[in-house]
Antibody, heavy 116, light 110 residues
Framework: EVQLLESGGGLVQPGGSLRLSCAASGFNFSNHAMTWVRQAPGRGLEWVSTILSTGGTSNCADSVKGRFTISRDNSKNSLYLQMSSLGAEDTAVYYC?????????WGQGTLVTVSS | QSALTQPPSASGSPGQSVIIPCTGTSSDVGAYNYVSWYQQHPGKAPKLMIYEVSKRPSGVPDRFSGSKSGNTASLTVSGLQAEDEADYYCSSYAGRNTLVFGGGTKLTVL
C-alpha cells in the first residue's frame, strides 16, 4: 500500500522559512517523479512543484519560483520542499503526491500558516 | 500557468447524470491526453477518479467516465448517489514537468 506522510508544517511569521518533508513507502520511490500541490483554505488545488525520479530535473509554479525549492533523497525515500520568504498567500495545506503526468497517490497534507 | 475553467457548482438528483466540463487551452488540455479528475470530500485528500482522459483506476465505479474534445475535457457521473457529493477537480499536464488544475466544481446531490 502506497503511503505518503507529510510533516514540517506549522505557524511561521511573514518572511520566514519552513521545510516540509514527505516520507514515502509502499512503492519504488526512486522510480517515480514526485509533486507538491497546495490548497489554500476554502480554495482549489494549486500545483506547486515537480521533481523527476533522479532529482536532476524539477520545475515550479511562477507563484513560488525563486522562493521554494523541491528536492529528494532517494536513499531515504523522502521528498522535501524548502520554502522561504513566506507570505500570507502561502497559507495552505501542502500535499505530497506521487507522479508527474498523472498524480495518482496523495498524502493527507500538512498545514502551513503564515501569520504574525 | 492559468487555471483550467470549471463551473463552481453542479447538481443532480439521485439516479440522474451530471456532466462537469473543464476548459483549458491548446497548451494543456488540447495538447496532451493527460487529463485527470479528482474527487475531494471535506477535510480529505483528493482521490484520483479518472486519468489519461477516460481511464478509471481500480476500484472507481464505472458510473464515472471521462472524455475530451479539443480544449475541453468532461467528467460524467451517471446514476448519482449521495456519496458522490464532493468537490471535483480536473488537471492537465501542461508540458515541461508542469501541471495545471481547474478551480473545482462542488457537486450537490439533491
Amino acid at each position: 500500500e502506497v503511503q505518503l506522510l507529510e510533516s514540517g508544517g506549522g505557524l511561521v511569521q511573514p518572511g520566514g522559512s519552513l521545510r516540509l518533508s514527505c516520507a514515502a513507502s509502499g512503492f519504488n520511490f526512486s522510480n517515480h517523479a514526485m509533486t507538491w500541490v497546495r490548497q489554500a483554505p476554502g480554495r482549489g488545488l494549486e500545483w506547486v512543484s515537480t521533481i523527476l525520479s533522479t532529482g536532476g530535473t524539477s520545475n515550479c509554479a511562477d507563484s513560488v519560483k525563486g522562493r521554494f525549492t523541491i528536492s529528494r533523497d532517494n536513499s531515504k525515500n523522502s521528498l522535501y520542499l524548502q520554502m522561504s520568504s513566506l507570505g500570507a498567500e502561502d497559507t495552505a495545506v501542502y500535499y505530497c503526491a506521487k507522479g508527474r503526468l498523472i498524480v495518482d497517490q496523495w498524502g493527507q497534507g500538512t498545514l502551513v500558516t503564515v501569520s504574525s | 500557468q492559468s487555471a483550467l475553467t470549471q463551473p463552481p457548482s453542479a447538481s443532480g438528483s439521485p439516479g440522474q447524470s451530471v456532466i462537469i466540463p473543464c476548459t483549458g487551452t491548446s497548451s494543456d488540455v488540447g495538447a496532451y491526453n493527460y487529463v485527470s479528475w479528482y474527487q475531494q470530500h471535506p477535510g480529505k485528500a483528493p482521490k484520483l477518479m479518472i486519468y489519461e482522459v477516460s481511464k478509471r483506476p481500480s476500484g472507481v465505479p464505472d458510473r464515472f467516465s471521462g472524455s475530451k474534445s479539443g480544449n475541453t475535457a468532461s467528467l460524467t457521473v451517471s446514476g448519482l448517489q449521495a456519496e458522490d457529493e464532493a468537490d471535483y477537480y480536473c488537471s492537465s499536464y501542461a508540458g515541461r514537468n508542469t501541471l495545471v488544475f481547474g478551480g473545482g466544481t462542488k457537486l450537490t446531490v439533491l
